[in-house]
């Protein structure tokens, strides 16, 4: 399990990094980028964790892999991932740092997952209500999960709602089970 307190302060000082340098989004897509290339091919990710592999050669790979392709705040955070052998916090960090540059335009994330995807007017409707009651900007996705059977779950940052047929059912049956 990756260390999450370890990923938000790294993710906390490259994000104050890049705003000095007014290269917030910037570092933060080529950051998502990079960790989402890395975790997508499982040799380069094998090359990217492993131990046994020298610094100096992983250095030197991501130094002829993204020098001059990705903003020097991003290239700089790999080599400082590798230096301190805390590769496996990349994903984390990455997720970390979008935590911080939603919450500085104000906006927080907000998951809907329904059984069945929901019309986009009935979404935007059930988004800015929730807006206006949490007055705050969310960014939404939207998942469909046909085993939720009908209702919806909602996330909005650490917060859950579960107002899903087979969550109220998990519900009924631990009620029923504690009594027991």
């Known amino acids: 399990m990756v260390n999450e307190k370890l990923a938000r302060r790294y993710a906390t000082a490259v994000f104050s990094l890049a ?12 950051l998502a980028a990079i960790a989402s290339a890395i975790q997508s091919d499982t040799q380069v990710r094998e090359f990217f964790v492993a131990p046994v ?15 001059g392709k990705v903003d020097e705040i991003s290239l700089h955070t790999l080599l400082l991932l590798v230096r301190k052998r805390r590769e496996s916090i990349l994903a984390a960090l990455a997720g970390e740092y979008q935590k911080l540059q939603l919450a500085a335009r104000g906006a927080e ?4 997952t329904t059984a069945r995807a929901i019309p986009p007017e009935e ?26 059977i009908g209702g919806a779950r909602i996330l909005m940052g650490d917060r859950r709602v579960d107002g899903s047929v087979s969550g109220r059912l998990d519900a009924l049956a631990r009620t029923l089970f504690a009594r027991n």
């Open 19 to 30: 705003r000095e340098r007014k290269a917030v989004d910037r570092v933060g897509d080529d």
């Open 123 to 148: 979404l935007r409707a059930m988004v800015h209500r929730l807006e206006r009651l949490y007055e705050k900007k969310f960014e939404v996705t939207q998942v469909v999960e046909p085993s939720l």
């Open 53 to 67: 592999i020298e610094r100096p050669v992983k250095e030197r790979m991501l130094l002829q892999t993204f020098e």
């Open 109 to 112: 994330t907000l998951r809907v």
